[in-house]
């Protein structure tokens, strides 16, 4: 292995140590209270090595988002390549689908769509926000397909794909968001995947032929 090869090594395995440092700093304490002091300790590094790699906190934290879009993307993409499935089995698969998304890392998926919704996005360096933005509009861009497969089948309404996409984006957030938030108040209600299914299962009669 040559010398650049290895810096790139290092290079990456001391960002992803950071952003293990990070996730259990947010986890721990939120983002709000968080300091990137804290999340240099916890990774034992000094602030100074953490600013090499991210220029403030908003950027660290929304680095965590860069893993669960990639994560969504490749799901999303079995699913559209997925042959011998009618539209409403499809419907069930991108709920199941976006429910494994969930399960694969909650607490990103969480902080990912408040980051979406809030000022967080302007402090961001143009390649992040890049990365990003070009992986949202991919998850979205695919949901989209598999609504448009099914319009041009027949099997579904004629009603503009990317809306339809919209649609099942909102409602997923929609209902982690709430549902996460009742979990606050009481751990014992878990109803996230039930509420799901009962969402997509309306979704799929509305949008049925």
Do not use: C
């Amino acid at each position: 292995m040559g010398i650049q090869e290895r810096k790139k090594r290092e290079k990456e395995r001391r960002r992803q140590q950071i952003i293990v440092a990070a996730k259990k700093i947010f986890s721990e304490k939120g983002f709000t209270k968080s300091t990137m002091e804290d999340i240099a300790q916890e990774a034992e590094l000094s602030p100074g090595t953490l600013y090499l790699y991210f220029k403030n906190k908003d950027e660290l934290y929304a680095s965590l988002s860069l893993r669960i879009l990639q994560y969504l993307n490749i799901r999303l993409e079995d699913l559209k390549n997925a042959e011998n499935m009618d539209s409403q089995k499809k419907i069930a698969a991108l709920k199941d689908a976006l429910y494994d998304v969930y399960q694969f890392d909650p607490l990103v998926l969480i902080s990912m769509f408040h980051l979406q919704s809030s000022e967080t996005l302007k402090n961001l360096s143009p390649d992040l926000l890049a990365d990003i933005m070009k992986l949202s509009r991919r998850s979205l861009r695919m949901m989209a397909q598999i609504f448009e497969e099914g319009i041009r089948r027949g099997t579904l309404i004629n009603k503009n794909p990317t809306a339809l996409a919209d649609v099942v984006w909102a409602l997923f957030s929609g209902i982690v968001l709430w549902e996460e938030s009742k979990k606050l108040i009481d751990k014992n209600k878990d109803y996230l995947k039930q509420t799901l299914d009962i969402a997509f299962e309306i979704l799929s009669r509305g949008v049925t032929n």
